[in-house]
């Protein structure tokens, strides 16, 4: 029993470049998070999922896209980086509304 | 609007002192309450959490009590370990929405 997955655990990008976010859980949960967390401002939500076929906004969702097509697995996209997107990105699951959410490891993205 | 309070760090204390890391949280309602704990280059593990008024949390030797006269969730530690040294997170749904609220996060040194 993994928990939760991400893919990759670091990424330098170019400004401009394109990349994608993998997270997966293997606890059959319904909800599905990611976050990002920058220095003295805790995590923020960019963009959530309460099921297979559904995505949300956060507090911070643009620049970032989501999919989630299968329920174990969901992805953010970054279509254009930019400077303002380096951060430490988490994903993070729940079984159900205001339910106990499991983080992954994070990955550590610098766009330059 | 809702938020989530803690005190700024860092916090540095001796092994086997008495920890506190205040918590304060805005809310309408009484949302569940929650305490997670970061150590260096991994994600977020749920510390404990607090689903209703005057429920206490622990864990680990940890606790926290859900106080809603003062809206508040300190946690404490009455003997700290070199191995606590972490951030500590306090957090609360937005009532309502699939929305975990993260305070800023709290450092914690433990020297021998």
């Known amino acids: 029993n993994a928990g939760v997955t991400q893919t990759p655990k670091f990424r330098v990008l170019k400004t401009g470049q394109s990349m994608t976010l993998l997270c997966a859980q293997d606890?059959?949960?319904?909800?599905m998070y990611w976050y990002r967390q920058d220095p003295g401002m805790g995590l923020r939500l960019i963009h959530y999922?309460?099921?297979?076929?559904?995505?949300a906004k956060g507090e911070v969702p643009d620049g970032y896209n989501v999919s989630r097509l299968k329920k174990q697995n969901f992805l953010l996209g970054l279509e254009s980086a930019a400077p303002s997107q380096t951060s430490v990105y988490f994903c993070a699951s729940s079984r159900g509304q205001e339910e106990t959410q499991y983080f992954g490891p994070g990955t550590r993205l610098l766009v330059l | 609007g809702d938020s989530v309070t803690q005190m700024e760090g860092p916090v540095t204390l001796s092994e086997e002192a008495f920890l506190t890391i205040n918590c304060t949280y805005t809310?309408?309602?009484?949302?569940?309450l929650f305490w997670y704990v970061q150590y260096p280059g991994e994600g977020l593990q749920l510390l404990l959490k607090a689903t209703k008024a005057d429920d206490k949390g622990s864990n680990k030797g940890f606790e926290a009590t859900y106080r809603k006269e003062t809206t508040s969730f300190h946690l404490e530690k009455g003997s700290v370990q070199v191995s606590d040294s972490a951030v500590y997170f306090c957090?609360?749904?937005?009532?309502?929405?699939?929305?975990?609220?993260f305070g800023a996060g709290t450092r914690l040194a433990v020297h021998p």
């Open positions: 606890m059959n949960h319904e909800y």
């Open positions: 999922s309460v099921g297979e076929g559904t995505t």
């Open positions: 809310a309408t309602g009484y949302p569940s």
């Open positions: 957090a609360r749904y937005l009532g309502g929405y699939n929305k975990l609220i």
